[in-house]
């Protein structure tokens, strides 16, 4: 169980989180949605610890991830694996190798340093690669990689780490739709045939309504809803994205990335 | 569900075995390769210093002469000459300076005829990039021998020999910047009707000058180093005076003289890191922890 109680954080004299807290069971998984600059980032980054808390704690299971230093928090990190909005891979080495560094937490540095992996877990990439139906691209150099099959390397990396928890921030904003429902569907298998945690932020409404158990809408670094994708309100949604009450127009689809949703015309255009 | 090296048993080793063979190590043959290359390396570094003598005995010996010199060379004085030093040393920098500055100019025509991407007839490409290849193949200290018998002894030397080398050098590091650049700029530019001249001024500058102009203070500092060696063979500046105090072991003024010199190398350093850092929009990468 994952529990985050009153985390803020500031940057200087900005809010980017006033007082948010969440408890997260095991096996959950979760969309966290927002606009952008809402603190949804901030907000995995803490957990990771890529960035401290200015005040509040966080816990997994009842240790406190706020306090750990050193090897502590490597382990920490490595068993809340992350992906990212732009995957994240180091382009110019080949797949496995990617896939492998889930791996280096484990091995001493030296060893690790000259790509000693064992038997077993240049198996176990291949198997996770397979999986994610990219075992045939294990000798091509990351870069060469579509942006979907990118994130599905990350993911397989991500598995290599045996996590907890993985925190995926903006997972599919680079992706094409087909490439989004595959990277999508991959968090959702993980989530229930593993029974990982996973933590989801979203741009689109309807994407966390498909995939997740439950949604968090974060506006201004403030927690406004918490709860079952369809308890989520259309008057919710609105106070979530900030949207002028007098904005008939705006609804759910507006946040889609499906293509053909006019908003409303631009204004010079429309004069 | 989730996978553990411990469930990785015989047979699903064998599974992922013939999914990706590759994955579990270099075939055979490449890897004999890469020993049989690593141990060709080791063996002519080895050669290398068995021809050149290179004993640690040799070694120490040299050294204990080296710890002779360098007390000798304490404390540093000008011995009342201070003030030729430092007009040597000013004319030093000014060589490097004037050097530096015409080549950046001549290699700008330069570099666009060597690159790929500006001319796409090679037999073109082929003639600039050979004779710039001329220029940096012979180096600047042989240039400046060749120059003190065509101009005489003095500055003028060492400059035409900076300028010569350094066009050289900067037009192919401009090439390689020019053959680097995003394309998609380019077909903005010419989409919207710019000729060639146009498309180069607009498309391909603005993106290759930041590059170009740390390219330029990089040469610039790397030649208030050399210049230094330029008058040591009779180009003009501080060199001269350092090779006379050395060839007649007048080690507190040759030690007066290279203290100075490293003084303007770390000024000029540090001024044109300065610079660099500007003009690049130096980015910041995160910490490493």
């Known amino acids: ?55 509040g704690q966080i816990s997994w299971n009842g240790q406190a991830v706020s306090g ?54 240049r198996a176990m990439a291949v198997l996770a690669l397979e999986r994610l139906d990219c075992a045939q691209l294990a000798l091509q150099r990351a870069e060469t990689l579509s942006g979907g099959q990118q994130q599905r390397v990350a993911i397989a990396r991500a598995l290599m780490q045996e996590p907890d928890v993985v925190l995926a921030d903006e997972p ?41 158990d439950r949604i968090v809408g974060i506006a201004a670094g403030a927690v406004l ?25 705006f609804d759910e689809s507006a946040t889609s990335t499906s293509a053909g949703v006019l908003v409303q015309p631009v204004a010079q255009f429309a004069a | 569900m989730i996978l553990r090296p411990s469930d990785m ?69 000008a011995k009342g000459a201070a003030l030729d030093y430092a007009y040597a040393m000013l004319q030093t920098v000014a060589m490097a300076f004037l050097g530096t ?16 991407n500006m001319v796409p007839r090679w037999i073109v490409r082929f003639v600039f990039r050979r004779s710039s290849d001329v220029l940096r193949g012979v180096d600047q200290l042989v240039w400046a021998l060749i120059f003190v018998r065509a101009v005489g002894l003095g500055p003028l030397a060492g400059i035409l020999a900076i300028i010569i080398a350094d066009t050289g050098t900067l037009a192919k590091l401009y090439s390689e910047a020019i053959e680097n650049i995003d394309r998609k700029a380019i077909e903005g530019v ?15 500058l603005p993106q290759v000058l930041p590059i170009m102009l740390s390219n330029v203070l990089y040469i610039f500092e790397s030649n208030t180093r050399s210049a230094t060696i330029l008058g040591i063979v009779g180009a003009g500046g501080i060199g001269f005076f350092l090779a006379d105090r050395i060839r007649t072991m007048l080690w507190e003024e040759a030690c007066f003289i290279l203290l100075m010199i490293l003084a303007t190398v770390y000024v000029i350093d540090w001024m044109s890191q300065r610079l660099r850092a500007r003009i690049t929009g130096a980015e910041s990468t995160p910490a490493l922890h």
């Open chain 1, 1 to 55: 169980m994952l529990e985050i109680n009153a985390v803020r954080k500031t940057f200087g004299k900005v809010d980017a989180l006033k007082s948010v807290s969440l408890t997260i069971p095991e096996g959950q998984m979760v969309g966290i949605i927002g606009r952008s600059g809402a603190g949804k980032s901030t907000l995995l980054r803490m957990i990771n610890r890529l960035a401290e808390p200015t005040s």
């Open chain 1, 68 to 121: 750990l230093r050193g090897r502590e928090l490597l382990r920490w990190r490595a068993r809340c694996a992350m992906i990212f909005q732009q995957f994240n891979l180091v382009p110019r080495l080949d797949v496995i190798t990617n896939v492998l560094l889930g791996r280096i937490s484990r091995h001493g540095t030296l060893p690790s340093l000259v790509k000693r992996f064992t038997e077993q877990e």
């Open chain 1, 172 to 212: 599919i904003a680079s992706l094409d739709p087909r490439s989004a429902i595959q990277v999508m569907q991959a968090l959702r298998a993980i989530n229930r045939e593993d029974g990982i945690t996973v933590i989801c932020n979203l741009h689109t409404l309807d994407t966390a309504r498909q995939y997740c």
């Open chain 1, 225 to 249: 809803f918490d709860g079952l994708p369809s308890e989520l309100s259309p008057e919710m949604v609105r106070r979530i994205y900030g949207v002028e009450g007098d904005d008939a127009s």
């Open chain 2, 9 to 77: 048993g015989a047979s699903a080793i064998a599974r992922a075995r013939t999914l990706s063979p590759g994955s579990f190590g270099a075939p055979f043959l490449q890897r004999v390769q890469r020993w049989l290359l690593g141990g060709a390396f080791f063996i002519l570094t080895a050669y290398c210093l068995v021809l050149f003598e290179m004993s640690p005995l040799r070694l120490w010996d040299g050294f204990g002469k080296l710890v002779q010199v360098v007390g000798q060379m304490f404390p540093p004085t």
């Open chain 2, 101 to 116: 500055v015409i080549a950046a100019v001549l290699a700008v025509p330069l570099g666009f005829a060597c690159a790929r």
């Open chain 2, 190 to 204: 010419r989409a919207s009707g710019a000729d060639p001249v146009q498309t180069m001024r607009f498309g391909v």
